[in-house]
């Protein structure tokens, strides 16, 4: 972030790249902001065309203690990666957790819990008050 700091934030080319269409979510650091993909391309030495953008992204940088937020509404995205991360715990432990345990003790319904408690907290779920979320094992 630095290296973008000295060699390319004031160049033409970078002008105004938050406003661009082309990127849709930023690394904040600091009170800046930062294109994903291009820094962790400079990170790892890797052409940024080697990287998927949105979810995969955007999960390597946050796993690496970054935060990442959306550039049109400025929105964190850590939820959303925390959500994606503990449905696919669900999922790759559920069928052995339900069959090979009490599941009341299990620390995957915890999990369950969690989730929930994130999606109801999501913009889209709790501006509907009629809309519950209620884990179900």
Do not use: C
């Not at 600091?30 to 992204?57: C, H, L, Q, W």
């Amino acid at each position: 972030m630095e290296e973008f700091d000295k060699e390319l934030r004031d160049t033409e080319e970078w002008s105004g790249w938050e406003q661009k269409g082309t990127y849709k979510y930023a690394i904040v650091h600091g009170d800046r902001r930062y294109p994903v993909k291009d820094i962790m391309g400079a990170a790892t030495g890797e052409p940024r065309t080697n990287f998927s953008g949105g979810f995969e992204a955007n999960s390597y940088v946050f796993k690496r203690g970054l935060s990442v937020v959306t550039l049109q509404s400025g929105t964190t995205v850590v939820d959303s990666l925390n959500i994606r991360d503990e449905l696919e715990e669900i999922l790759a432990y559920y069928a052995s957790a339900r069959a090979n345990e009490r599941f009341k003790g299990n620390e995957l319904r915890s999990t369950f819990k969690e989730t929930s408690d994130a999606i109801a907290a999501t913009n889209i779920v709790s501006r509907r008050p009629t809309l519950v979320v209620k884990p179900s094992s």
